[in-house]
């Protein structure tokens, strides 16, 4: 019996560092671990077969997102957008609609990459100004909202915490527009 507990012991503090230890997307908790959302510029956001795309029908979103383990969204203050919230809150997305179909994708939470880059979880702004420099990606100061850099070719915005009031150079939002400039 000593020597089981030692075994199970021995295991948990190797699973310590391991993906297990680190919150989980609703995109992929079938499988019990860590997914990264993927930005496609200019249509939307992808993780594994779960899509939030602009111009998607609200109803088709929420169905797809509950299925994916997302929390139903609530009544919100505005009507005309729904918040996605995995229920130990690693992932947050605000989406906004038109005429009942997605037009402002806001990725609050989580992990969400562009070819590799890390644009959400476990980056700075500075990080992501260097990783774009090396694509020959531009950044500009906003067009088209009050706060952060528009990226013209992914047809994004990035905002840091210090940008909205905060504190530091990590990221507070990146955001997709249909009306994007």
């Not at 930005?39 to 077969?49: K, S």
């Not at 797809?64 to 009507?79: I, T």
Request: glycine share 8%; aromatic share 8%; with cysteine.
């Amino acid at each position: 019996m000593i020597r089981l507990l030692k075994a199970f012991v021995c295991w948990v503090a190797l699973l310590g560092g391991s993906v297990m230890s680190q919150p989980l997307d609703a995109c992929n908790r079938k499988t019990m671990t860590q997914s990264s959302w993927q930005l496609v510029p200019r249509q939307g956001i992808t993780c594994r077969d779960l899509q939030v795309s602009l111009g998607q029908e609200r109803e088709a979103l929420r169905k797809a997102m509950v299925a994916a383990a997302f929390l139903p969204p609530k009544h919100g203050r505005y009507p005309d957008e729904d918040d996605f919230l995995t229920a130990d809150k690693s992932t947050f997305i605000r989406v906004r609609y038109e005429s009942g179909k997605v037009s402002d994708i806001e990725f609050l939470a989580g992990d969400l990459k562009y070819q590799g880059i890390d644009l959400h979880r476990n980056t700075t702004f500075a990080k992501i100004k260097r990783q774009f420099k090396a694509k020959r990606l531009t950044l500009r100061d906003t067009q088209w909202l009050g706060d952060g850099q528009d990226c013209p070719e992914l047809a994004i915005n990035i905002a840091t915490r210090d940008d909205v009031g905060g504190d530091g150079d990590g990221i507070e939002w990146v955001i997709l527009s249909s009306s994007f400039n």
